[in-house]
């Protein structure tokens, strides 16, 4: 699904003395990822985990190596070939839900679909049908009106719930999650990766997460940590 | 397609509304500024040239000590002239013609005043025209006269044989008879422009400029003002003035006792003349002729149709081999006109500072917008938008904000000028008459529009450009 062939990064730096200084955050990554896998990346700060999701889902470029989506090599493909590649292959949840304040549920939910040319109607009904997935019994009660709602009118974990649904609703072969719990309480936090991983098992993709709670990073199968720009299995 | 659809899906809702609005009210006051600053101007620059080129003759032939006659019929061959004047400037400059006595009406003590007597060509028709921007059309002359019936049942106009009466100077101006009051008030094309846009607007008017032959003898028409002060009382039309020339105007033949000729003139009518012709009398060619000697006429005034063709009948005058100076109103008047000329520079520079100060508005605004968006905007990338799209997005935005503030501007402009009669101003509103609306269809219209445009486009172009290249690694993990 995700392959990562001795990917290399790195930033130029200035320092006190204007001199460029080579700043290198990836020395030669690689990563195999199957449908269904769920990996956990884990890593202190600065350590490149951000830079190597960026990659992985093309917002960011690197400077050498290998990457390959579904067969297909991603370094060869142009702005708007991976605007498409992400709509269709790829679902994001940050740390930050990242909702746009002036739509409501339904609509920030219906954005991907939109791009991916589906009629307006079609893309609110199965907005729709996705947030009753990640809905709590309690929830479902009310869920009109947590589908007209703007996310300032939802709880945090409500708010990271519709995030996971808009990630999931175009049903992307990858999953990438960027410190997914970081914003929420335990037990909220607990709550919404059980869901993710649900998720994951429900549409079959492969789930990433870079994460620094261990709890969470534990709880995937493939457990890796990033150290000196190298990512290897974490024991 | 899907682009377009996502746009229309979350325009409304991360555009801000309100600087939209502002942005567009702020783009209308300054468009509309910039239309209303153009047709005034425009406006002001004809209302100054036809008050220039009303009475001021285009073409000044100085014929002392020459036959004028047959000067005159020489001229009348050429066919770019409109019209011919012969004025006896010594009576302005001596102070020969004066008004001395009122026969009848209502003037009590009239004094002796210097006047300028002028002859005129007086016409009088059934079938007569208005020619306003080269258009000529049918007169409805019943229309006409239900229309202006008290003018009808005047006793002054039955000795016309119930004509419209209406004056037309040798120099395009037409003066044009209207009833205010119980007084004859026959004004100057220049100011009753309103009166010939209504009859332009309800009336057929056709053309038959050749039928100049009615003639009328002894009658004058008078500024109202100059009247009053003359006689301190407003004349009625019939009254009978005298004017007195000095004898030694009479082909220099010195009258016993040193008296001076009279001649009595019938008031015609009364004409607003403004401050620059309110010491003119002025009555028909024929009666000038009557007065004046051969030897005495030291002055023809040549009228144009065309002043484009004011080079080439000065070269056909000059052709005609006679000894007299020219001068045209280019020369006369060159200061004046280079004025005029400026203000179109003046204006421009107005346009440009009020479009720069909209442009920096409508900049600022999407700046501000896309900074409160960036998250949005680096998210919807994200999920597949591509940066050409978000370019495109702002783009439009731009040339919405362009479109309706010009569509607003037009509306907003009309309806300020519309509102002009509210102004208790006769100069403004004299002034707002002079509007020619059809340069708003000019290509000159149509190429300020496509700068608007462009400028609009420009102001958008860089932050729309900002907002399609943000990078969506850094601001999504900006938090």
Known sequence: MLKLINIKKSYQENNISSHKREFNVLSGVNLSVKKGDITSIVGSSGSGKSTILNIMGLLDNFNSGKMLIDGNETSSLNTSEKSKFRNKYLGFVFQANHLIPELTAIQNISIPLLISNIPKKEAENRAKETILKVLNKEEYKYSERIFNARPSKLSGGQCQRISLARAIVNHPKIILADEPTGALDKKTSSKVMDLLFDLNTQIGSALIIVTHAMDVADSATNKLILENGILSERK | MNNILLWRYISFKIINIQYTISILIGFSIGISSIIIVSLLLNAYISFTENKLLGITPNITLDVSDLDYQSIEDEITEISNISGINIVNKAIYIQGNAIIGGVISGSAKNPSDTDVFIKGVEILSFKEKYINKKNILTTINYEQIKSDYSDIFSDNFLNEFNNDIILLRSKYNTLLENKFIDKYHLILDRTVTQSLAVDFEKNIPITSNISSLSYKINNRVIIDRKLATRLFYAPLNSGDEIVIKFNNLFQNNKKLPFDRNISHVFKTAGLINAEKENNGIILTSISSIKKIFPNSKVNVIEISIYNQYDLDVVVNKIKQLNYKFKISTWKEDRSGIFAILSSLDLLVFIVSVLILSITSFSLYSTLHITISEQRKTICFLKSVGVNN???????????????????????????????????????????????????????????????FIVFIIIVSTIIPSYKASTLNPATALKED
């Open chain 2, 388 to 450: 050409k799209s978000i370019l495109f997005w702002f783009l439009g935005y731009g040339l919405f904000i362009s479109i309706v503030s010009i569509l607003l501007s037009i509306l907003l402009s009309l309806l300020i000028i519309n509102s002009s009669s509210l102004i208790n101003n006769d100069a403004i509103l004299d002034l707002f008459s002079h509007i020619n609306y059809s340069i708003l269809y000019s290509k000159e219209t149509f190429l300020k529009i496509l």
